[in-house]
């Protein structure tokens, strides 16, 4: 039942970002259509494995979802090393930044990071509960499970299927980016509960596709996925949740 009501619930936010694939490109080639089913296939496996193992708990103190974010991690990994479709480059699985990035990646990190966090001390303060756990958490596993996942995996598949792009100060806005986004936000606010009540809450999916949004333009301009994952796990370390 457990395992069903979270395929349930990936299946669902799959289903909303659908019509956008085909608004755009409203063709795709069997090759494309190959791309698409490994996307597909891929989130379904990561949602159940992430969310499904999020009830085992190895300490009695334990507060974050370790076990889960680990097999989505190892599943990403395992992909990366054993595909034979998209390149460790185009997922960004490398520290070496695109020449000339370095800066204007890191200026872009500060100042969205600054923003965030003004925004959160004038409108969302809330008392903060900042403990060990929560900052080697937040600090490493949640931003490199999904990272690699969404503006990885997921993003460079999209981007074989998507390869239209414009160009916003330098950095490269596409339908992929777009799709991916959009499904990490309501994979954060768009949810199947047990019991099969259905949660949805704007505010968290729309932070979370801004977020989503932010770390691929930062991945696809340096063409690593080191800073989406040190923007992720600042973000929510700002953000405590």
Request: charged share 10%; aromatic share 14%; proline share 2%.
């Amino acid at each position: 039942m457990i395992a069903s009501s979270y395929l349930l619930s990936a299946l669902m936010q799959f289903v909303v970002v659908l019509p956008f694939l085909f608004f755009g490109k409203p063709r795709f080639s069997k090759t494309e259509y190959r791309f698409l089913g490994i996307f597909a296939i891929l989130f379904l496996l990561w949602s159940v494995l992430t969310n499904g193992l999020a009830s085992i708990i190895v300490n009695e103190h334990q507060t974050w979802n370790w076990i889960g974010k680990i097999a989505g991690l190892l599943l990403g990994v395992f992909f990366v090393y054993r595909n034979k479709l998209i390149s460790k480059g185009e997922i960004g699985w490398t520290i070496r930044f695109n020449k000339g990035t370095l800066m204007p990646v890191t200026y872009t990190l500060l100042l969205v990071l600054l923003a965030r966090l003004i925004i959160y001390l004038s409108f969302e303060r809330v008392n903060p509960n900042f403990d060990l756990e929560t900052l080697v958490f937040q600090g490493t596993l949640g931003g490199l499970c999904d990272e690699l996942m969404f503006r990885g995996i997921l993003l460079a598949l999209l981007n074989r299927v998507f390869q239209a792009k414009e160009d916003l100060a330098g950095y490269s806005l596409s339908f992929g980016i777009l799709i991916s986004s959009l499904l990490y936000g309501l994979s954060q606010g768009f949810i199947l509960h047990d019991g099969f009540h259905l949660q949805i809450n704007l505010v968290r999916i729309l932070f979370g596709f801004i977020a989503g949004l932010i770390a691929a333009l930062l991945k696809e301009r340096s063409g690593s996925l080191v800073p989406a994952v040190l923007f992720h796990n600042a973000w929510v370390l700002i953000t405590n949740h």
